[in-house]
T-cell receptor, first 115, second 113 residues
Framework: AQKITQTQPGMFVQEKEAVTLDCTYD???????LFWYKQPSSGEMIFLIY??????QNATEGRYSLNFQKARKSANLVISASQLGDSAMYFC????????????FGQGTELSVKP | NAGVTQTPKFQVLKTGQSMTLQCAQD?????MSWYRQDPGMGLRLIHY???????DQGEVPNGYNVSRSTTEDFPLRLLSAAPSQTSVYFC????????????FGQGTRLTVV
């Protein structure tokens, strides 16, 4: 069975500073993908970044990067230069290669950016 | 492109009533899924489909039915609503090739009284 664990229910960061949101996972699949989604107070789910299990380089998308450590089964999200608009819930999720439609989510981390 | 469209956005039901949450996607995606989101529990998979005519249960399927007669539509039916089904429901879709992100609808906030 697959499992995602996010151990930080809430975090604070000062505007313009970097922040790391933790995510650990467990799976017996050899091929899988790891995802991060942002959910602002308006409620929609916004895709941020993706990392494949066979990708050797960490994924980056603008201010977002995914610190992927396969041996430690961790996929932490790093947000550089935090902005007030980054205040939201952040969810880590994973899916096996042959398990289309079956995203498994963590409990989420609520990030608050202070001015 | 409309993407993934869910209706309604809000709904209040009485205990025992039935209803259908609608989900439609216009991206020709093979995969479609339904999730419920409860405070402190993230999103949990209810049912999913890997193509027209094929559905399977997720983590929390009890009390819900689905069918997939077309690629575009994946309705979620509540057979006899219970207060425990008060939640925010999300529909998502994704392409069949490789591992890609899921595209989510705007969500349906359901309250069962």
């Amino acid at each position: 069975a697959q499992k995602i664990t996010q151990t930080q229910p809430g975090m604070f960061v000062q505007e313009k500073e970097a922040v790391t949101l933790d995510c650990t996972y467990d799976t017996s699949d050899q091929s899988y993908g790891l995802f991060w989604y942002k959910q602002p107070s308006s409620g929609e789910m916004i895709f941020l970044i993706y990392q494949g299990s066979y990708d050797e380089q960490n994924a980056t998308e603008g201010r977002y990067s995914l610190n992927f450590q396969k041996a430690r089964k961790s996929a932490n999200l790093v947000i550089s230069a935090s902005q007030l608009g980054d205040s939201a819930m952040y969810f880590c999720a994973m899916r096996g290669f042959n398990q289309g439609g079956k995203l498994i989510f963590g409990q989420g981390t609520e990030l608050s950016v202070k001015p | 492109n409309a993407g993934v469209t869910q209706t309604p956005k809000f709904q209040v039901l009485k205990t025992g009533q039935s209803m259908t949450l609608q989900c439609a996607q216009d991206m020709n995606h093979e995969y479609m899924s339904w999730y419920r989101q409860d405070p402190g529990m993230g999103l949990r998979l209810i049912h999913y489909s890997v193509g027209a005519g094929i559905t399977d249960q997720g983590e929390v399927p009890n009390g819900y039915n689905v069918s997939r007669s077309t690629t575009e539509d994946f309705p979620l039916r509540l057979l006899s609503a219970a207060p425990s089904q008060t939640s925010v429901y999300f529909c998502a879709s994704g392409p069949g090739q490789g591992i890609t992100e899921a595209f989510f609808g705007q969500g349906t906030r359901l309250t069962v009284v």
